[in-house]
């Protein structure tokens, strides 16, 4: 497995790494299976999170005999200083480490929340006390926000690492905004959603296109020992695409621009709570197989769904790419309630 230096970090990294979402759908002893097959295949680098369900619990008990040569990053939705020991004393235990190679703020997407993140006694202060007492060695961030994401390497020589969506569909200014700023800062580069939650056709090709340019590592999420097979072996030998290679694949995506949903999330906040973004990400995911029970459930435990919207259409005003989003979340809603 090719590997590349994560930023500042020092790192060495696979250039493929294991998104650790799917996992909670597997046993333990599925999940152990799959994380030993992905070691053996070359792959150092295993992304998890507080809010994964049991996923730092598994890849935790699935790595513990190969801790040395694995590279566990995980992250929690600490915004205070205060928040962040109990947070970092928690993942400790479940991934059974003394230490965490590294810590990512979750899921900054607004200016109140990056604000209060930076500001004296912010989380990220916390992270700093962490990483001096040893309990974590490197600090990072992660959003769907890229321009949010942008200001924050901007404003902060601590973050080492930087985690967001970036596809062949998802490749804006914004995003090649964020990767200009990470390569000048020496910032790690961490991609999210490489196919776009698993909707993109042509998984090879698309991986291969991100391959090409210029991140660290790529973290697709993994359940089963094909897609384990496939993706490493992507990252063994590197091969950019042809330009016949690069037209299938814009061709195939070519539909999915009209109504595809690109997480800026300034369609919110939504004056009724109906949580737009993340109803459209489980709408999607739901046709795949493999995780279609997961995003139902997910769907089910939402405090407020799409059949909350009253059309006041206010979201759509605030959409750059002028999506029609009721629509979207009537359809939506339907995909995540069919038996």
């Known amino acids: 497995m090719q590997?590349?230096?994560?930023?500042?970090?020092?790192?060495?990294?696979?250039?493929?790494?294991?998104?650790?979402?799917?996992?909670?759908?597997?046993?333990?002893?599925?999940?152990?299976?799959?994380?030993?097959?992905?070691?053996?295949?070359?792959?150092?680098?295993?992304?998890?999170?507080?809010?994964?369900?049991?996923?730092e619990?598994?890849?935790?008990?699935?790595?513990?005999?190969?801790?040395k040569e694995c590279i566990l990053a995980t992250k929690s939705p600490c915004r205070t200083a205060e928040e962040v020991a109990s947070h970092v004393r928690k993942a400790l235990a479940r991934l059974k480490t003394d230490s965490i190679d590294l810590y990512q703020i979750h899921h900054v997407s607004k200016a109140p929340?990056?604000?209060?993140?930076?500001?004296?006694?912010?989380?990220?202060?916390?992270?700093?006390?962490?990483?001096?007492?040893?309990?974590?060695?490197?600090?990072g961030i992660t959003g769907h926000n890229t321009d949010l994401l942008y200001k924050a390497?901007?404003?902060?020589e601590?973050?080492?690492?930087?985690?967001?969506?970036?596809?062949?569909?998802?490749?804006?200014?914004n995003e090649r905004a964020l990767l200009k700023i990470a390569?000048?800062?020496?910032?790690?580069?961490?991609?999210?959603?490489?196919?776009?939650?698993?909707?993109?056709?042509?998984?090879?090709l698309c991986l291969r296109w991100i391959l090409q340019q210029g991140v660290d590592v790529i973290i697709p999420g993994m359940i089963l020992s094909t897609e384990i097979k496939m993706n490493s072996s992507l990252g063994d030998k590197l091969r950019p695409?042809?330009?016949?290679?690069?037209?299938?694949?814009?061709?195939?995506?070519?539909?999915?621009?009209?109504?595809?949903?690109?997480?800026?999330?300034?369609?919110?906040?939504?004056?009724?709570?109906?949580?737009?973004?993340?109803?459209?990400?489980?709408g999607d995911k739901v046709k795949i197989s493999a995780v279609k029970d997961m995003c139902k459930e997910m769907y089910a435990s939402l405090?407020?769904?799409?059949?909350?919207?009253?059309?006041c259409g206010e979201c759509e005003e605030k959409c750059p790419y002028e999506l029609p989003i009721r629509e979207m979340l009537k359809e939506k809603h339907r995909l995540l309630l069919e038996s």
């Open 3 to 55: 590997k590349r230096i994560l930023g500042k970090t020092g790192l060495q990294v696979s250039v493929i790494g294991f998104g650790g979402i799917p996992i909670r759908k597997l046993s333990m002893r599925e999940a152990k299976n799959l994380l030993a097959e992905a070691v053996g295949a070359g792959i150092n680098f295993f992304d998890t999170a507080q809010g994964y369900g049991d996923s």
């Open 57 to 67: 619990v598994k890849i935790g008990e699935g790595l513990k005999e190969k801790r």
């Open 113 to 139: 929340e990056l604000e209060r993140v930076l500001s004296p006694g912010g989380a990220l202060e916390g992270l700093i006390r962490q990483k001096k007492e040893g309990n974590i060695k490197h600090i």
């Open 153 to 156: 390497l901007e404003q902060s």
């Open 158 to 173: 601590e973050l080492e690492t930087v985690q967001f969506p970036f596809n062949i569909i998802e490749d804006g200014k």
């Open 183 to 204: 390569k000048k800062l020496g910032v790690g580069t961490i991609i999210m959603k490489p196919l776009a939650g698993g909707v993109i056709p042509e998984p090879e």
């Open 241 to 282: 695409l042809s330009p016949q290679e690069l037209s299938r694949l814009k061709a195939k995506v070519k539909p999915m621009e009209q109504d595809f949903c690109r997480r800026c999330l300034y369609c919110e906040p939504c004056a009724e709570g109906v949580p737009i973004y993340f109803i459209q990400e489980l």
């Open 303 to 311: 405090e407020k769904n799409a059949e909350d919207c009253t059309e």
